[in-house]
Every structure is written in structure tokens, then in C-alpha cells.
T-cell receptor
Framework: DSGVTQTPKHLITATGQRVTLRCSPR?????VYWYQQSLDQGLQFLIQ???????AKGNILERFSAQQFPDLHSELNLSSLELGDSALYFC?????????????FGPGTRLLVL | EDQVTQSPEALRLQEGESSSLNCSYTVSGLRGLFWYRQDPGKGPEFLFT???AGEEKEKERLKATLTKKESFLHITAPKPEDSATYLCAVRPFSGGYNKLIFGAGTRLAVHP
């Protein structure tokens, strides 16, 4: 158990809908990362937050957005969902978000778009 | 372009048959190389971090090594419970953030 929690575990929805994925980092960690894992793309970095502020963006679509709240939990919002958005979404956390810090991953949310 | 390549894609071993997994990388400087283990449908589980060429880390039957262009994960006398996908990731030197670039992974199956 990494100490990172994610809810829900599974999510089934329809195309065009909007969903919110939630992540709580390990106790004491200030930085949160979101990754997408699909069969054909592997693990892809989406976005990083540090203490409530966006730190870096990766291959995140404009239909996706995220935020980190004062209590340090983070939410990833996915809107106008398409079939291709079906994937595992992971959250990770690290102490300060600095280069070379180990990221600890949560159990993931499996999203299925029908 | 920063890139990570893992080989082989899949590996089948008999219990007790030692082997190595390879992770080769092309990055603009290296701030860290990470090995994770991932079981089906689960999140990646951290194994090792390596920062400089020549560094080695060990944990039970696993040993990770790093050179300037690649890393190896050596598995000694594996057991069926070592079956998993092993992921390698690098943190390039550029940028102040902590983005990881992952390889596609090696699926390891250890049979009794």
C-alpha cells in the first residue's frame, strides 16, 4: 500500500458525459501527478500540481482539467468523453515535486466509456 | 526526443531460472531512473531509484544497475510471485518539474 488513495475504483459512463476522478496523496506529500495508461500508449504523464498550483503539463487534452485543493487532494475532470478515453487513470504523489523524487502511485481508476 | 525502450516485451522463465530485463534510454541528461513493478489492474509499485552510472540497488531477488545508456533489472532465482510487468521510467534533466517518461514494460511470467 503506497498511501495514495483514489476513488472511484471503476467508472462506466457514456460518450459525451463528464466525470471526476479523485486522489488523496500520501501524508506529507505536496505534489500530485496524473497519468493515463491505455493498452496502446502505455503510461503517459498528464499533469503535475504542487501545493495547489499547476507545475507541469504533459499530453493532457483540452477536454481534461485538474486542480489541487487546499487540503492537497486533487481532482481530474474529464469532459465530452470519447470511446478512446477508456483507460486506467493513476494518481501519484511525492514530497515536494522536485526533480528525481520518487513518485508513489495509487491503485488507479478504471474508466470505461461506452 | 527523450525515449525509453524496454526489452524483451515478454519473458517466460522457469522458477529458479535467473535472467535480466533491459531498459535503454535516450534523454537530455538524467535526473533519475526508476523501476516499478505493476500487477494487472493495479498501480505501479516502486522498486528502485538510480541516479548515476555505476550505481546498483538490491532488494530480495532483484538487483538494478545503471550505465550511461541503459539499466538492467536482474532477477535471481525467480519465484512465481515475481510474475508482473516491470516498468522503467526516466526523469530527464530539462525542466524544474518531475515528469517521468515510461517505457512500455516487460511482462514477466515465472512458472513453477
Amino acid at each position: 500500500d503506497s498511501g495514495v488513495t483514489q476513488t472511484p475504483k471503476h467508472l462506466i459512463t457514456a460518450t459525451g458525459q463528464r466525470v471526476t476522478l479523485r486522489c488523496s496523496p500520501r501524508s506529507g506529500d505536496l505534489s500530485v501527478y496524473w497519468y493515463q495508461q491505455s493498452l496502446d500508449q502505455g503510461l503517459q504523464f498528464l499533469i503535475q500540481y504542487y501545493n495547489g498550483e499547476e507545475r507541469a503539463k504533459g499530453n493532457i487534452l483540452e477536454r481534461f482539467s485538474a486542480q489541487q485543493f487546499p487540503d492537497l487532494h486533487s481532482e481530474l475532470n474529464l469532459s465530452s468523453l470519447e470511446l478512446g478515453d477508456s483507460a486506467l487513470y493513476f494518481c501519484a504523489s511525492s514530497p515536494r515535486g522536485g526533480p528525481g523524487e520518487t513518485q508513489y502511485f495509487g491503485p488507479g481508476t478504471r474508466l470505461l466509456v461506452l | 526526443e527523450d525515449q525509453v525502450t524496454q526489452s524483451p516485451e515478454a519473458l517466460r522463465l522457469q522458477e529458479g531460472e535467473s535472467s535480466s530485463l533491459n531498459c535503454s534510454y535516450t534523454v537530455s541528461g538524467l535526473r533519475g531512473l526508476f523501476w516499478y513493478r505493476q500487477d494487472p489492474g493495479k498501480g505501479p509499485e516502486f522498486l528502485f531509484t538510480l541516479y548515476s552510472a555505476g550505481e546498483e540497488k538490491e532488494k530480495e531477488r532483484l538487483k538494478a544497475t545503471l550505465t550511461k545508456k541503459e539499466s538492467f533489472l536482474h532477477i535471481t532465482a525467480p519465484k512465481p510471485e515475481d510474475s508482473a510487468t516491470y516498468l522503467c521510467a526516466v526523469r530527464p534533466f530539462s525542466g524544474g518539474y518531475n515528469k517521468l517518461i515510461f517505457g512500455a514494460g516487460t511482462r514477466l511470467a515465472v512458472h513453477p
